[in-house]
């Protein structure tokens, strides 16, 4: 599932997933929940010219048969960053495929790029669940799984506006102060990342 491009041009905009067969080693990183049968069945297909350079990780619970191969599961993505640390020293020729939700890619892309691989280096695809990561502009946290315009900050309890301005350096979606011109007057919450 790619999603409509916006106006706002720091939204990412998602490409399929492209082996490079010209490439070192092909890591394949799979948020276990946002998948289904029909991705699953393109990916095997695109990455089949590189079968033998690929590695799999599928994160969380196995809830379907998985043909690619071979696959590691692995339970969250502090164990990712594990792995992926293991298998270094990392190579300018080593690619990152990463699919799952917004927030789920961009924190393996964040992880990713600490542990050197440059941006060039790391494809990022969307599936699954349009729910946003929001950090605040004011106490600087995040708050996670968010579907409506307008959601109370986790960190400092302000009531934000979902904005659809990306940072890639958080790896979110900008939240400002609902009411910071005139207190009180807040629109209502509206469903809008489902």
Request: charged share 15%.
């Amino acid at each position: 599932m790619n999603l409509k491009p916006s106006e706002v041009t720091s939204r990412p905009v998602y490409a399929p997933l492209a082996p490079q067969p010209e490439a070192g080693r092909h890591w394949l990183v799979l948020d276990g929940p946002s998948m289904d049968h029909a991705l699953l069945a393109n990916l095997t297909s695109a990455f089949a010219p590189v079968a033998q350079r690929l590695q799999v990780w599928w994160i969380g619970p196995v809830a379907q048969a998985i043909s690619l191969s071979p696959v590691a599961v692995i339970a969250d993505l502090p164990a990712l960053t594990s792995a992926l640390a293991e298998h270094g020293p990392l190579c300018v020729s080593d690619r990152l495929f990463v699919q799952g939700s917004e927030p789920f890619v961009w924190s393996v892309f964040l992880a990713a790029r600490q542990l050197g691989l440059a941006e060039g280096q790391i494809q990022l695809a969307h599936a699954g669940s349009q729910r946003r990561r929001v950090w605040c502009t004011h106490c600087h946290g995040l708050t996670e799984g968010v579907s409506t315009s307008t959601v109370a900050c986790a960190g400092c309890g302000r009531e934000l506006l979902v904005r659809d301005h990306f940072s890639r350096r958080h790896g979110a979606f900008m939240g400002v102060m609902v009411d910071a011109e005139v207190p009180g007057e807040r629109p209502a919450p509206q469903e809008v990342f489902p």
